[in-house]
Every structure is written in structure tokens, then in C-alpha cells.
């Protein structure tokens, strides 16, 4: 993505690999359980907790330190060892492959307000590295010639050594920076005045950018090791892994009984939450440990990928939902939603593995999203199957984005690209209340649970139920042949004709059956709106769902799941919404479901 | 600011439509509710840009206005709205990142950047309660209006 806003003008939203929009769209997200987390208020209340803050690890407790508010850390700050400082460092004082230079300097402000000897004890131990670099920018040195060749105002700007043998100033044009500096530097000259003239000499006469250049390669070293591996590295969490028929889905899948989609799991707590939980009763502490370092990691990798910072705690933390919303989809499936069943598989399965698997759930269900839309003769299904074969979910969602909307509506349009969102979501259902207050909002969470995989197939069958039923009733195919048709408008058309009784077309409406429509009593068209739905469900019957065609053969649990007719009665459910809002719509001439239906010769006839 | 050729035109309602998606796609973390809007203008010398955070019902608003003298800065109408929406997503990107709590000057104040000189502004807005206070006040005025219309006398609009 390019760094000015001006240059991504043209540009294509999705990176060089395909695999889409760097960022998952959503809202906020509770705290996540791949991150301990620590109350440090309760850790100052502790007899020791110089040696406690000591042994904590250091991602946790500099996230803690962060959402205290570094203001408030001024008594905890000398806690830390000097590992932990460096690696704080390491998260937060980088921007890119930047050293940020002000915000290390706004770290060690915060330990003068200790003391200047700590803050000055805190850079001295730094790496040589941390230290010229940091400084080289802004430290000019001159000699005693040089200062005698200078005006007076010019001597007077700086700044000397005992025995005037050694000047310096500092030409940080920012004077908040300026200032941090020169406290820096007067904390060094009154702690170790040889030290702080070394020190000076050393950033006057460096080779730029030579030390920041070496710091980078320290600083990538020390960050692997939390799992913010390289960005070619990282993009391997991306593999999907094929999930295996551990199973029963069919028990688990498929819907019977309550049609209406369930409530989305994140208003409660994950099943991986509550698996950790059960663990915690389980486990010993090493193992414990070792499995919230392993999801630590794994969240810390996909930060790389997605070329998040480590100091940017707000991605971090939506980056850190995504991943424990995959582990907890494929834990709540390989376990057959039993917690016990699942603290083993964290035991002995990576989280890496588990993301892998729960992306590959999703990946089997964007392939037979593809292959359904090829079915129903989209043009371009071929290379958007290519593209779903390859990894590259972000190009169909870049399709998607880009899809007219005489081709599909905006919803269905944002619920696939949510689907090929790199980290899927599927849309949260809104309560009726909600729904009432901004009918037309749609929100999207992270696919966590079977409860949401089943939410985003209710969708996406209601969707292929109506192309189906679409597909029986044009003479050509839906797309391509004739521009300008929504799919709303074709079905609006065709429930006009099936409602009167008459072969379901989404050809354009004569005068006659718009007049006909029109006049019709409510219970009239009623009762044709539930003889059509009727046939229309014995249809869709006899053929199978668009979406459950193609892998007939296999025994996987996503397609157990499509089988059933439950998702093709909500699809139906949905027409029915439709025919309702039609027959209503009828009496106002300016609503725009009846200009759908009505548009055409019929309209113009009217005009006319 | 660098697309070879289109120095002179003015930006496409496209163009517009494509920078703001990219600012909401770019700072979706940080949006919660809340998207951004993009427009641009143009009054005599000056190219004017505003780009607008706020959320659906408008008790978030916050637009952060720009303006900048083409003429003297010899710079196209295009070149201008493009420098200042560079520099206002600089501000954005520092705004949300830090907390929301880096704030511009409520009035046009000067700012320099690259050589460039221009002048930003920006408060932020309640807009739902400011139309909620106007309704009230209003309903308030023509309420007491007829009263007095009904008394046959004028209402006193000021009052000490």
C-alpha cells in the first residue's frame, strides 16, 4: 500500500500476494486470551514486586504498561530489567524500519521523572547500537578551532565540555525533541562527564544511518523470537490445512427445527476461552505457559503478515481476535464442541496448525462458493476459481468490490467479500431492535464458531436459492446477456408473474400484469404469493442447492451441512419476505421495490 | 501529487469516491462505527479540502478543513487537494493512532510542511445534539410565538 494518500490513487486495494486487504473491516473486539493479561495494580500491591515485574513476560506486561497509560507506569518503570527495556524498545520506539528516535527519548523522559541518574543509567545500558543511532542524528561536534571561527551568536548556541577542547549542539528542529536531548545530555554530563563526551564524539562523527542499519537486523533477531517472524515467513499461517473428517457434522451442521440463525458466540465468551479455561483446571503451569506462548506467537506471525507494528496495540489486538476466532472454529469442529476433547488437541496440536485448520474450513466453503457461482453462469467464476485454488482470496474479494451492483446487490456483495476477507468474517446478526433503528446496517465479526460458519450458510444459500430459482425462470443466462438487471429485479419481476399465478419469467412486465398486480386484493395476491412458494419449494427440492452440487462424492462436514433443506427453506423464507414487501409495496408507486418490478415496457407504457 | 499528466485537472468524483474507501479500508481498526468523507472545493486562489470523520447519526463529526493558496504556492488546483489530503491523513493517521487526543486549531491556522505553506481546521462536532438543540430552541420559539400571537402581543426573543 502506498504511503501517501495521493499515490494510492489507482491503485489496487489488494497487496502483491493476493491475499487481500491488510486490515479485517470491524468493529472492536473484547481482549483477547492470546495475551495474558496483567493487573498491575496488583502486582505494585505484592511485597516484592520489583522481582515479580522481573519475571514477567515482556509482550504482556508492555501491553499492560500501555493500557495503564505510560503517565501512570513513572514507579513501575525502574521495576524493569534492562532485557525487558530493550525489548519494550524493540516494540515501541520503531516506526517500520524506522527508529523513532522522539518516542525512545519520551520512554526515558518517563524514568527522569524518577531520577536523571535513571534515566541516564537506563540509555548508557542500552546497545551501543540503540544509542548512536538514536542520537547521531541530531549531535553536531566541533573543535576548539572550529569554535573560534564561529560568530558569537553561533558560539553562544552551543553547548560545552570541561576544558573547552569538546562542543556540541543538537539541531533537532522539533523542540520537544530538542528538549529531550538536551536533558538527555545533561543527564549524562552530570552522572559521567567522560562517558557523556565519548558518547558525543562517537553520534558527531558516525556514518549515517550506519548504526540504525545494524539495529534493525538486532531488533529483527530479538522480535522473531516472539513470532513476529518475516513477512515471507508469516504468509505460510496463510496455508490453509484440509480439515480432516473427525466428525459427525452432519450432527452438528446442519439446522433443524429453528430456521432463524443463532445467536453470534461473540456476545458471550469463545469456545477457546472457555476451553482455556477448562485447561486451567487440566494443565500443569509449564504446559499452560507453553500453550499461551504458542497462540501468542501465532498472533504475533499474522501481526507480520498483515505488516502490523507491535506497537500498534489496537490492530494488534483485532489482529489477535482473527486468530483466536479460526482456533476456536477449529477447535469447537475437531472436538466435536467437547472441551475436554479440545484441551487435548491444545495440548498437543500447535496453534499455528489449529488457525491453519480453521482457515481451511472457510477455504472449502470459499471453493464451493466459486463453484456455485460458475454454475450459475457467472463469466468470471473461472478465474475467480483460479484465484480461490491459489490462495488469492483477496482477488475475488477485490472482484467483489468492484461488481457492479446490477449484478448483485450491495449486501450479498459484502458478505462474500467478507467471506474472502483475508481473516473471513461473517455478518452479525442484528437484534429486531437494531434492525428497526438502521434496517440497512450491516456488521461483521470474525467466523469463530459453528454458530457463525452456520450464519454466513444461511446467507449464502438464501443467495444461491434465489439464483436457482432465478435460473429456472430466465431464457438466457442471469449475467452478462443483459446489463442493467439486478438480481432483485429479475426476482421481483418473476414473483410478479408466479404471485398471478403464471410462469415464473423475469422477462420485463406488460401493462396488463402490472395493472392486473396493482388491482389485485391483498388476500388475493396472498394466497398466489403461498401457491407459488409451494411449488417453488417443491423445485428447489428436486434440484439440489447450487452450492451443494459439485462435491457430491466427498464426505466432508460443510457439505453434509448444505444437503439438508433447511438452508433452502430459508432461502425460501427470504422469497417469501420478498413477495410480502412486493404485494405491500404495490400501493406506493414510488417505493423501489415496485419501480424494480415495474420498470421496462410496463413503466413506460404507463408513462406513456 | 504524482500522476504524470494530470497536473491540471481537477480531481474525479471517482478519484474522491477511491481515496475515501482507502481511508476506511487503511484505518478500519480504528473506526468502530465511524467512516470517513472526502470532498474538495474551490474558491477564488484557494483549493479548499475537507475531510470528514464521523459516525451515521452525527454525535461524532469531526471535519478537518484545508485551504491552500495555489497561486502563491504555484501549485494546480489538483496538486493542492492532493498535498492537503496527504497532509490531513498525516494528521488522521497520528489522531486515531495516539488516542484521539491530538487535536488541530479550531480556526484556519497557518502550518507548513515540505515548503508548503496552508492553513487547516477542525473541531469536533455533535451534530445529532446541536439539530436535537435547534428542534428544541425552535419548538420552544414557535410555541411561545402563538402564545403570544394569541395574546396579541410580540414574544421578547431577548430577554436580559
Redesign the interface.
Known amino acids: 500500500m502506498a504511503d501517501r494518500l495521493s499515490e494510492s490513487i489507482g491503485q489496487h486495494l489488494v497487496d502483491e500476494t493476493g491475499l487481500g486487504y491488510q486490515r479485517g473491516i470491524m468493529a472492536g473486539f473484547p481482549a483477547s486470551p492470546c495475551l495474558l493479561r496483567l493487573d498491575l495494580q496488583k502486582i505494585m500491591e505484592q511485597d516484592h514486586p520489583g522481582r515479580l515485574i522481573r519475571s514477567l513476560p515482556v509482550q504482556p506486561l508492555y501491553h499492560a504498561l500501555r493500557e495503564r497509560g505510560l503517565g501512570d507506569c513513572v514507579e513501575i518503570l525502574p521495576l524493569l530489567s534492562q532485557e525487558q527495556f530493550v525489548r519494550i524498545c524493540d516494540y515501541d520506539v520503531w516506526d517500520g524500519e524506522r527508529l523513532a528516535p522522539k518516542q525512545l527519548l519520551s520512554w526515558l523522559s518517563l524514568y527522569r521523572e524518577s531520577s536523571a541518574g535513571e534515566m541516564f543509567r537506563r540509555f548508557s545500558r542500552l546497545d551501543e547500537e540503540y544509542q548512536l543511532a538514536c542520537l547521531a542524528p541530531f549531535i553536531s561536534v566541533f573543535t576548539e578551532e572550529d569554535y573560534e571561527r564561529m560568530t558569537d551568536d553561533q558560539q553562544d548556541s552551543l553547548q560545552r565540555f570541561p576544558g573547552n577542547a569538546l562542543y556540541f549542539s543538537v539541531r533537532a528542529e522539533d523542540p520537544v525533541l530538542h528538549r529531550q536531548i538536551c536533558e538527555l545530555m545533561d543527564a549524562a554530563m552530570s552522572e559521567d562527564m567522560s562517558y557523556a563526551m565519548q558518547l558525543v564524539s562517537h553520534a558527531g562523527y558516525a556514518v549515517p544511518n550506519e548504526h540504525e542499519h545494524l539495529l534493525t537486523q538486532f531488533r529483527k533477531a530479538r522480535i522473531e523470537e516472539d513470532g513476529f517472524v518475516s513477512y515471507e515467513e508469516s504468509l505460510s499461517f496463510f496455508r490453509p490445512v484440509r480439515p480432516s473428517p473427525l466428525i459427525s457434522a452432519s450432527q452438528n451442521l446442519s439446522i433443524s427445527g429453528n430456521l432463524q440463525p443463532q445467536p453470534a458466540a461473540s456476545s458471550g465468551r469463545s469456545f477457546l476461552e472457555r476451553v482455556l479455561e477448562a485447561s486451567a483446571a487440566v494443565l500443569d503451569g509449564r504446559e499452560l505457559t507453553s500453550i499461551q506462548a504458542g497462540l501468542l506467537c501465532l498472533a504475533n506471525g499474522l501481526c507480520s503478515a498483515v505488516k502490523m507494528e507491535p506497537g500498534d496495540l489496537p490492530g494488534l489486538r483485532d489482529t489477535f481476535a482473527h486468530a483466536q476466532a479460526l482456533i476456536s472454529l477449529s477447535l469447537e469442529l475437531q472436538s466435536d464442541a467437547s472441551p475436554e476433547k479440545a484441551v487435548s488437541l491444545l495440548r498437543f496440536v500447535h496453534p499455528k496448525e489449529l488457525f491453519q485448520t480453521g482457515l481451511g474450513y472457510v477455504h472449502d466453503l470459499r471453493l464451493r462458493v466459486v463453484s456455485a457461482l460458475d454454475r450459475a453462469g457467472l463469466k468470471e467464476a473461472t478465474k475467480l476459481k483460479g484465484y480461490a485454488q491459489h490462495m488469492k482470496p483477496g482477488l475475488v474479494a477485490a472482484f467483489f468490490d468492484h461488481l457492479s451492483e446490477d449484478m448483485i446487490s450491495l449486501e450479498q456483495a459484502e458478505i462474500m467479500k467478507g467471506l474472502f476477507n483475508r481473516f473471513p468474517l461473517c455478518p452479525l446478526e442484528s437484534s429486531s431492535d437494531q434492525k428497526e433503528n438502521s434496517p440497512a446496517r450491516l456488521s461483521f465479526h470474525p467466523i469463530s464458531s459453528l454458530k457463525d460458519l452456520q450464519q454466513l450458510l444461511l446467507h449464502l444459500e438464501a443467495f444461491f436459492c434465489q439464483l436457482a430459482l432465478l435460473r429456472s425462470g430466465a431464457d438466457k443466462s442471469l449475467w452478462g446477456e443483459k446489463k442493467g438487471l439486478s438480481l432483485e429485479q429479475a426476482l421481483a419481476r418473476g414473483l410478479v408473474r408466479g404471485i398471478l399465478g403464471q410462469r415464473f419469467q423475469t422477462e420485463d412486465l406488460n401493462l396488463a400484469e402490472v395493472e392486473q398486480f396493482a388491482a389485485a386484493t391483498d388476500e388475493q395476491l396472498h394466497a398466489g404469493s403461498n401457491a407459488f412458494l409451494e411449488a417453488a419449494k417443491q423445485m428447489l427440492k428436486s434440484s439440489k442447492s447450487l452450492l451443494s452440487q459439485e462435491h457430491g462424492e466427498e464426505e466432508d462436514s460443510i457439505r453434509n451441512a448444505m444437503s439438508g433443506d433447511a438452508y433452502s427453506e430459508y432461502g425460501l423464507d427470504q422469497i417469501r419476505r420478498l413477495a410480502k414487501r412486493l404485494i405491500m409495496a404495490r400501493r406506493e408507486p414510488s417505493s423501489l421495490l415496485w419501480a424494480y418490478a415495474s420498470t421496462g415496457s410496463a413503466l413506460n407504457e404507463t408513462s406513456c | ?3 504524470a499528466g494530470e497536473q491540471n485537472q481537477e480531481l474525479a468524483q471517482h ?1 474522491l469516491e ?2 475515501t ?6 484505518y ?3 473506526l ?2 465511524r467512516f470517513f468523507e472526502i470532498s474538495t472545493g474551490k474558491a477564488p486562489g484557494f483549493s479548499l479540502v475537507t475531510m470528514t470523520l464521523r459516525n ?1 447519526d452525527e454525535s461524532f463529526y469531526y471535519p478537518v478543513e484545508g485551504r491552500l493558496d495555489c497561486d502563491a504556492q504555484d501549485l494546480s488546483h489538483r496538486e493542492s487537494c ?2 492537503l ?2 497532509y490531513i ?1 498525516l494528521y488522521f493517521n497520528e489522531f486515531l ?1 495516539d488516542g484521539e487526543d491530538t487535536f488541530i486549531p479550531i480556526d484556519w491556522s497557518p502550518f507548513q510542511c515540505e515548503g508548503v505553506s496552508f492553513e487547516l481546521k477542525g473541531q469536533v462536532l455533535n451534530r445529532k445534539y446541536s439539530k436535537m438543540a435547534d428542534r428544541l430552541l425552535g419548538e420552544e420559539l414557535t410555541n411561545e410565538s402563538a402564545m403570544h400571537e394569541c395574546r396579541g402581543s410580540k414574544p421578547d426573543l431577548i430577554t436580559p
Open positions: 501529487m504524482k500522476i478519484e477511491e481515496l474507501k482507502i481511508m476506511n479500508i487503511r478500519a481498526p480504528y468502530r462505527s451515521a492532493l498535498f489530503l496527504d491523513e493512532k
